[in-house]
């Protein structure tokens, strides 16, 4: 299992993080720290595999951070995840040695695809004390496919995305989550569930989450501005 630790300042951004990366198989969110000092201290008493590092936060530079770590010598992967998309920022986090940069605003179907191919990657260096340059070729094509894929989830049935469809239309406007969708459509609230994340990693919704006065947030999802034309293909 791949241990993740989540550097966010914004609780909510990093619930929602934490939602995503438990949807990927073989990754855990093991932690979650809002700024350079906490993970730093974290990072003294356990061990991770991979963090998810925000630039911006109110206390601490994600960039400077980035930088300590490498001082320090600490082996752990970096995956950027941030609003900045300045080149300078880019460019000093992938010479800091981050695996990957998402730009916030972001499809969890590009995360998935980041997450998918740096677990293959460490598959391959955890197996193999040396490598061929076929390997490396390989893993590199297994990044852009998964980079550039947003087919529809296996196991999904056009019959039933175009029932689920139905009933997220019937929505309107509107916030909704799974009991929501189960309740119009007749779909079990798991069934339903499942597909709207399907539809999230597609791209077609948005997911929040929605925080009641008591208890654990509440994952609701709308339609993404271009969702109506993403889902077409799909069920027509």
């Known amino acids: 299992m791949i241990k993740v630790l989540i550097v966010e300042d914004d609780p909510m951004v990093s619930e929602m993080n934490k939602f995503y990366v438990q949807q990927v198989e073989g990754f855990r969110a093991d932690g979650w720290a809002s700024s350079a000092e906490e993970v730093l201290g974290m990072l003294e008493k356990q061990a991770y595999d991979l963090i998810l590092l925000d630039i911006y ?5 994600g960039l400077e951070l980035l930088s ?12 950027v995840i941030s609003a900045a998309s300045d080149k300078e920022s880019i460019q000093e986090a992938l010479q800091n040695g981050a695996v990957d940069y998402l730009i916030k605003p972001f499809e969890f179907s590009r995360l998935r695809a980041a997450l998918n191919g ?73 069934s339903a569930g499942k597909y709207l994340i399907g539809l999230t990693e597609m791209g077609v919704l948005e997911m929040d989450l929605v925080y009641g006065s008591i208890g654990r947030p509440v994952q609701k999802y709308r339609i993404a501005p271009s969702g109506r034309g993403l889902i077409s293909k799909y069920i027509n």
């Not at 936060?57 to 530079?61: D, F, G, I, T, V």
């Not at 300590?68 to 995956?79: A, F, S, T």
């Not at 390997?135 to 087919?151: A, G, I």
């Open 68 to 79: 300590e770590i490498r001082r320090r010598g600490v082996k752990i992967d970096v995956i």
């Open 118 to 190: 740096y677990r293959e990657q460490n598959k391959l260096f955890r197996s193999q004390e040396r490598l061929n340059q076929s390997e490396l070729d390989r893993l590199s094509r297994f990044k852009q496919e998964r980079t550039t894929s947003q087919e529809l989830a296996k196991g999904f049935t056009r019959q039933t995305l175009q029932t689920i469809w139905r009933a997220v239309e019937a929505c309107g406007s509107e916030l909704f989550s799974a009991e929501d969708i189960s309740a119009v459509s007749g779909i079990s609230r798991v």
């Open 57 to 61: 936060m109110k206390e601490s530079n």
